[in-house]
């Protein structure tokens, strides 16, 4: 992979991510990352749709007037939330349901709208494909992430109900992590709960952050050397 394309995985995936950084799409992100597999559902179908939407964008960008870009953008980005409405409800109903309206609310995240216009319609297909997957992605671990914790906290376990995305064969991928008679903590599957660990999530990637650059300063001084010049300069 060329520096540019590490770049923007490196962009993507924590230096820029979308929901820790840019802190774009907070509103589905915290309504419907009760359950890993509710998240993993949303995260898909952002991701499916950022690489498609970021994809036509660049292919179309010498092709579109400045003055009819954003409506260009909007309406290919709500194609491709109109084809993830429509696979959803052919193979997974159940967690399309449980999703309710944050699918087609694809079609306002500010993250998807904001690659299409600052990113791909600047650059050629393929780093423009790149530049949605990572962010995708980025999105998607943020998600998964939230999720994982707000399910154990609330429910004790993991994967709950992964038959609604995986089909029959994952109905006993159910994981009780804490035991049976746990009460479970009821903020942590409500929104308020979200806001709060999304705020903890956010500051832990300032605190490695900050960690690192620390790190990187203590090794520049300890590299540095030190010149004794000595004489008489006239």
Known sequence: MSNDLQTLAWN?????????VQLLGLC?????????????????????????????????????????????FVLIIAAFTT??????????????????????????????????????????PWPAVVDGFM??????????????????????SLLDGAHLLFGEVAR???IQVLPEAYPGVLIAILPPGAFILLGFLIAGKQALDSRQKRL?????????????????VS
């Not at 898909?44 to 749709?49: E, G």
């Not at 309206?101 to 600052?118: E, K, M, Q, S, Y």
């Not at 300063?217 to 540095?224: D, E, I, L, R």
């Open 216 to 232: 990187n300063q203590v090794q520049v001084v300890a590299g540095s050397k030190r010149v004794r010049v000595t004489g008489e």
């Open 28 to 72: 589905p992100l915290l309504a419907v990352s009760g359950t890993v597999i509710n998240a993993l559902g949303l995260g898909l179908a952002t991701l499916f749709v950022l690489v498609g939407s970021n994809l036509s964008v660049s292919l179309i960008r010498n092709h579109v007037a400045d003055h009819l870009r954003l409506p260009a």
């Open 135 to 156: 962010m995708g992605i980025g999105f998607l671990m943020v998600l998964v992430a939230l999720g994982a914790v707000r399910e154990v906290l609330g429910l004790g």
């Open 12 to 20: 993507g995936l924590w230096k820029n991510n979308p929901a820790l």
């Open 83 to 124: 084809c993830v409405e429509l696979l959803m409800q052919a193979f997974a109903y159940s967690l399309y349901q449980v999703l309710g309206l944050f699918i087609p609310l694809i079609v306002t995240n500010c993250a998807i709208l904001g690659r299409a216009d600052g990113f791909a319609r600047k650059n050629t």
């Open 172 to 174: 006993d991928w159910r």
